[in-house]
């Protein structure tokens, strides 16, 4: 059963537009959300983060919203540049001991082009 | 400084040979973590070490996956009787103390295993 879903596994937009990369969640434990990004051969890097005590987290031309009433949240690159295209993994973490495992979605190919 | 190291980049075997996985973390952080991706997959949460505590083994598939950290540094990951669904990249994470999901973790650029 998969908990955090990314359910576009690509996504294209042009240089200078937004991108919005969208993930939903099933477990309402969940309280803590990332990002990271993956470039090919290199392993994931933290983007940015929020906290279910919040409804936005803003970082440079990176923003994520979250809509904890409908479990969903977004990723917001603007402008999105070509550097960005990556693959973005959407990931959560839940109150309780375990809180340090991250579960993760099955990612977003997002292609910027020039 | 140095990030998260992993050897090797890649690895063939053939189905039920033992192959062992290494990590280097982040000098001075004191998780670590094992995960691995197949294809078309997320990243699937394998085992978690914290300072001198007993390790996180729920994440482990089978009883021939096992993982050990000596020195509270370096881990390796061994994959006994490889079998062919084993097939994945096997990614290494350190943070600085655990314990919570807003320890960033910091990945390593993993190892493929293909498993023939």
């Known amino acids: 059963d998969q908990q955090v879903k990314q359910n576009s596994p690509s996504l294209s937009v042009q240089e200078g537009r937004i991108s919005i990369l969208n993930c939903d969640y099933t477990?309402?434990?969940?309280?803590?959300f990332l990002w990271y990004k993956k470039y090919p051969a290199e392993g994931p890097t933290f983007l940015i983060s929020?906290?279910?005590?919040?409804d936005k987290n803003e970082d440079g031309r990176f923003t994520v919203f979250l809509n904890k009433s409908a479990k969903h949240l977004s990723l917001h690159i603007v402008p999105s540049q070509p550097g960005d295209s990556a693959v973005y993994f959407c990931?959560?973490?839940?109150?309780?001991?375990?809180?340090?495992?991250?579960?993760f979605g099955k990612g977003t190919l997002l292609t910027v082009n020039p | 400084g140095a990030g998260v190291s992993q050897s090797p980049s890649n690895k063939v075997t053939e189905k039920g040979k033992d192959v062992e996985l290494r990590c280097d973390p982040i000098?001075?952080?004191?998780?670590l973590y094992w995960y691995r991706q197949s294809l078309g997959q997320g990243l699937e949460f394998l085992i978690y070490?914290?300072?001198?505590?007993?390790?996180?083994k729920s994440g482990l598939p089978s009883d021939r996956f096992s993982a050990e950290r000596t020195g509270g540094s370096v881990s390796t990951l061994t994959i006994q009787r490889t079998q062919q669904e084993d097939s994945a990249v096997y990614l290494c994470?350190?943070?600085?103390?655990?314990?919570?999901?807003?320890?960033?973790?910091?990945f390593g650029p993993g190892t493929r295993l293909t498993v023939l």
């Open positions: 929020i906290s279910s005590i919040k």
């Open positions: 000098s001075g952080h004191t998780a």
């Open positions: 990931a959560a973490s839940g109150t309780g001991g375990s809180n340090y495992k991250l579960t």
């Open positions: 070490f914290q300072g001198n505590s007993a390790p996180d």
């Open positions: 477990n309402s434990m969940f309280d803590y």
């Open positions: 994470a350190s943070s600085l103390s655990g314990g919570a999901g807003t320890d960033t973790q910091y």
